[in-house]
């Protein structure tokens, strides 16, 4: 008895300490992220010219994925990938907090349709992460504007269908940035981990559709697998007069919960 009661001893010392040590990087994570607001607004503007692909009615997955699946069937889309100052995390199973990325657009003399999609990556790792735009559950936001279109959208180029594929990060300045790796093996790998919502109580997201020029939206994760970039996908389904400009600004927050209805 002596024995198993020195056994069962160890076990509940090893798993205080499995626990204990747990919390503790849980905390110094979240302490080292900052507060209620973890990072200062990274700004992005883009201007017609940097839709820098397509025309294409579709975006990159293991099997391509249809970019407004309720819109037009036939829409050919120009997308622009931007890099987000900031990356989603999902709850703690000790903490419950967790991170999600504030997105707020103001877009300018738009034409048709622009979508909003999101992408997460990882240095070494074969994988990617995104949102699942058909099915159960799933999410987007969509702008609609009234603006002539132009004629045509100057130096885009259609992605090569096949994985993975290098796509070219818009900068801060509006130049050319970094090529970033996106990696989807299967089908289903990676689909549904991240999602886009107007309210951070239903953190699964849903389909928002809207006529407003400006607003806020949040992306969130609940997918395993640590995200250390986040990149945004910017479609229009019309190529965009000159007088177009969207103005981006990202920030992380704290947020608190399960994975939300």
Request: hydrophobic letters at 40%; one cysteine or more.
């Amino acid at each position: 008895m002596d024995r198993i009661h020195a056994r069962l001893l160890l076990i509940s010392g090893l798993l205080a300490i499995f626990v204990a040590t747990m919390l503790f990087l849980q905390w110094q994570e979240v302490r080292i992220a900052g507060g209620p607001e973890t990072a200062t607004p990274g700004s992005v503007s883009l201007g017609p010219g940097d839709f820098d692909y397509g025309p294409q009615a579709w975006r990159p997955y293991a099997v391509p994925l249809p970019i407004d699946p309720d819109g037009d069937r036939n829409a050919l889309w120009y997308l622009a990938f931007v890099p987000l100052n900031g990356t989603p995390d999902g709850p703690g199973p000790f903490t419950g907090l967790g991170e999600a990325v504030a997105v707020h657009y103001r877009v300018s003399s738009l034409s048709g349709t622009m979508a909003f999609a999101v992408y997460g990556t990882a240095s070494g790792q074969e994988r990617g992460w995104t949102n699942r735009p058909t099915g159960f559950r799933p999410s987007g936001f969509y702008v609609a504007g009234t603006v002539i279109p132009a004629d045509d959208q100057l130096d885009a180029r259609v992605l090569p269908d096949g994985m993975p594929v290098e796509v070219s990060a818009v900068s801060a300045g509006g130049l050319p940035g970094e090529c970033v790796g996106l990696t989807f093996l299967r089908n289903g790998s990676g689909l549904d981990s991240l999602h886009l919502t107007r309210d951070l109580v239903e953190r699964k997201g849903q389909v928002t559709r809207t006529s407003v020029p400006e607003g806020t939206f949040y992306i969130t994760s609940t997918g395993g697998g640590h995200i250390e970039r986040t990149l945004l996908l910017v479609a229009v389904d019309r190529p965009q007069p000159l007088s177009f400009q969207l103005n981006l600004e990202s920030w992380t927050l704290d947020i608190e919960g399960g994975a939300g209805a």
